[in-house]
């Protein structure tokens, strides 16, 4: 429905929602709040599997008329959702375990905190190089503002894993 919209804060919410990393995210979110590998993995898939599905069925029951066109054309969903699903269930697990690993106190959890930003980042950069008109005021912008972002969270994380590894652990005293 965002897409629909005229308002450039909804568009850039649709673009957000529309692309894989803000996918990931989700499939991490699950891995951080399961607490077994098991668990992480199997329900990150089966919820992005599901997400694309649903995701299929509003675009098919509520189809957008691309610029220029006078009618909406009616196009399969079935491709869009096999391909995506098979792409969420392979994908989404090891993004869950990525998301379960994360929780680990140590710093050999920062690899799989910065998976997130990195994907962000990356694909980010790639949509403004390549899907981005020099008058497409909206994608600008989204695009420039999930970069900074991506850049200044990976940043906070390798920041704060610094900061654990100057300060002494809770259970030691100083002399």
Known sequence: MAAKSDHPVLAALSLTFSVGWSWAAYAFLVGCLCRTKTLSALL????????VTVYYVFKALSPAVLPGATDVTVVSIAPGILFWSVAALVLGAPMGLAGHFARRPDLLALPF???????AYYEATMRFEVETDPGDTVGIVTWTVVRIASAAVALALVGRAGWSLLRPSRGSSRT
Not at 44 to 51: D, E, H, P, Q
Not at 113 to 119: G, N, S, T
């Open 113 to 119: 905190r910065l998976a997130v930003p990195a994907i």
């Open 44 to 51: 990150a898939s089966v919820g992005l599997a599901t997400g």
